[in-house]
């Protein structure tokens, strides 16, 4: 096992790839590698064995309501490895239809209720009045992040002493209408609605680049041969 690797799991790449997502990916692979580690990363689709502490972060993209109808029904065997994950502080990050899928419940615009993993106390509800689509524009804690949000889910936290927002809007809608809050930051998860790729913004891919570097250590610590 090379201590120069960094394995990271692509949840149902295959599936939960709209607007480009992957490119979050991509750009940390980037500035990995010019940190000076090689990456691996797995499609963990429909069917396929998954232990999220086999890996150093985890990638969840958007997608489409009709593929996160198929995704939610294969998701539930996943829950206790990522519930276990997050709250031991490992690096996640979930965009728009993923984030939507970690909290108790999506609410399509036919009526029907996707089960999330119900891992984090949120839920989301399809407005059909109201598509939010359009540039945005928010503060984090690692300065200003411009990106592109493209969702009719409006999530709404159910614990706000737990869940904190990723940011605070400058333009654009983010969670919902309402609260002028971006994603979620909680532990090292962050839930984003933000297409563009989210993470052509450096200020928040290089703060992730330290939370994989970091669990990567841990992680070669913990499976260092007994000498
Ligand atoms: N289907 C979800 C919505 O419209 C998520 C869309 C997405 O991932 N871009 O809210």
Same mark, same amino acid.
């Given at each position: 096992?090379?201590?120069?690797?960094?394995?990271?799991?692509?949840?149902?790449?295959?599936?939960?790839?709209?607007?480009?997502?992957?490119?979050?990916?991509?750009?940390?692979?980037?500035?990995?590698?010019?940190?000076?580690?090689?990456?691996?990363?797995?499609?963990?689709?429909?069917?396929?064995?998954?232990?999220?502490?086999?890996?150093?972060?985890?990638?969840?993209?958007?997608?489409?309501?009709?593929?996160?109808?198929?995704?939610?029904?294969?998701?539930?065997?996943?829950?206790?490895?990522? =519930?276990? #994950?997050? %709250?031991?502080?490992?690096?996640?990050?979930?965009?728009?239809?993923?984030?939507?899928?970690? +909290? @108790? $419940?999506?609410?399509?615009?036919?009526?029907?209720?996707?089960?999330?993993?119900?891992?984090?106390?949120?839920?989301?509800?399809?407005?059909?009045?109201?598509?939010?689509?359009?540039?945005?524009?928010?503060?984090?804690?690692?300065?200003?992040?411009?990106?592109?949000?493209?969702?009719?889910?409006?999530?709404?936290?159910?614990?706000?002493?737990?869940?904190?927002?990723?940011?605070?809007?400058? =333009?654009? #809608?983010? %969670?919902?209408?309402?609260?002028?809050?971006?994603?979620?930051?909680?532990?090292?998860?962050? +839930? @984003? $609605?933000?297409?563009?790729?989210?993470?052509?913004?450096?200020?928040?891919?290089?703060?992730?680049?330290?939370?994989?570097?970091?669990?990567?250590?841990?992680?070669?610590?913990?499976?260092?041969?007994?000498?």
């Amino acid at each position: 096992m090379s201590d120069k690797l960094i394995k990271i799991a692509y949840l149902y790449e295959d599936l939960m790839n709209t607007y480009g997502d992957s490119g979050d990916v991509k750009i940390l692979s980037f500035l990995l590698k010019r940190e000076g580690y090689d990456t691996q990363v797995d499609n963990i689709s429909l069917g396929d064995q998954f232990n999220a502490f086999a890996y150093d972060f985890v990638f969840f993209g958007g997608g489409q309501d009709f593929e996160q109808t198929v995704v939610a029904k294969d998701l539930p065997r996943h829950k206790e490895t990522l =519930e276990k #994950y997050i %709250n031991e502080d490992n690096p996640m990050l979930c965009i728009c239809g993923g984030y939507q899928l970690m +909290g @108790s $419940y999506y609410k399509t615009n036919s009526g029907v209720t996707i089960p999330g993993l119900d891992i984090l106390p949120l839920h989301t509800v399809f407005k059909s009045d109201k598509r939010m689509i359009d540039d945005t524009r928010y503060i984090t804690e690692w300065g200003e992040v411009k990106a592109f949000e493209n969702h009719s889910g409006q999530t709404y936290f159910d614990n706000k002493d737990k869940l904190h927002p990723l940011g605070d809007m400058i =333009e654009g #809608y983010g %969670n919902n209408p309402q609260d002028h809050v971006e994603g979620l930051r909680y532990r090292n998860f962050i +839930g @984003s $609605y933000s297409h563009g790729p989210l993470l052509k913004n450096t200020n928040v891919a290089n703060a992730i680049v330290k939370m994989i570097i970091k669990r990567h250590d841990e992680r070669m610590k913990q499976t260092e041969p007994i000498k």
